[in-house]
């Protein structure tokens, strides 16, 4: 139909609100999966590979989510973006202690979590904006598959200058 252009994210929001819930809820539920899961991912793979991880999930789940025009499909992209999304709590406390010590593990924890609140913030403006000016969410998955990509190349710098000071110690 000439919905089908839009993707099945809105064709789910528009006409089916109790399969919309559904989905809220399925991704709550990934969510906690994820923070289990990932809780048992970071004590096998550790800090680093643990964030890489949790990027390539995320940056391949909004990928996917440019392709999803079947519900079953949609479903399985909320699994691993709530999946994900859960496992970066997990993951981000242990890392601040890693990288930066305990001596002032609260407030640089805060600090992350100002990272957190400004894209929980604005990635909907932006996503917002796509849609509006393109009738569709394609650039904002886009993007964040971009920023995804991102984040591991900035994961990798981190990770070796974090190598750095510690031989320097």
């Known amino acids: 139909g000439p919905d089908r252009r839009f993707g099945v994210h809105i064709q789910v929001a528009r006409r089916h609100r109790k399969a919309a819930a559904l989905c809220v809820s399925i991704m709550t539920l990934a969510n906690m999966c994820g923070r289990i899961g990932f ?28 392709q999803a025009t079947t519900l079953p499909f949609f479903i399985v992209c909320v699994v691993l973006v709530g999946f994900s999304f859960g496992g970066l709590l997990v993951v981000f406390a242990p890392m601040v202690r890693m990288i930066f010590g305990s001596r002032f593990y609260n407030r640089n924890y805060g600090l992350i979590f100002i990272g957190y609140g400004i894209g929980a913030f604005v990635g909907p403006k932006i996503s917002a904006y796509f849609y509006d000016t393109t009738g569709q969410y394609t650039l904002g998955f886009i993007g964040s598959a971009i920023l995804a990509v991102a984040a591991i190349v900035l994961i990798v710098i981190a990770q070796k200058m974090a190598g750095k000071m510690e031989n320097a110690q």
């Open 39 to 66: 809780g048992f991912i970071y004590d096998i793979l550790k800090g680093w590979k643990s964030l890489i991880l949790l990027m390539v999930i995320n940056g391949v789940s909004m990928l996917m989510l440019t």
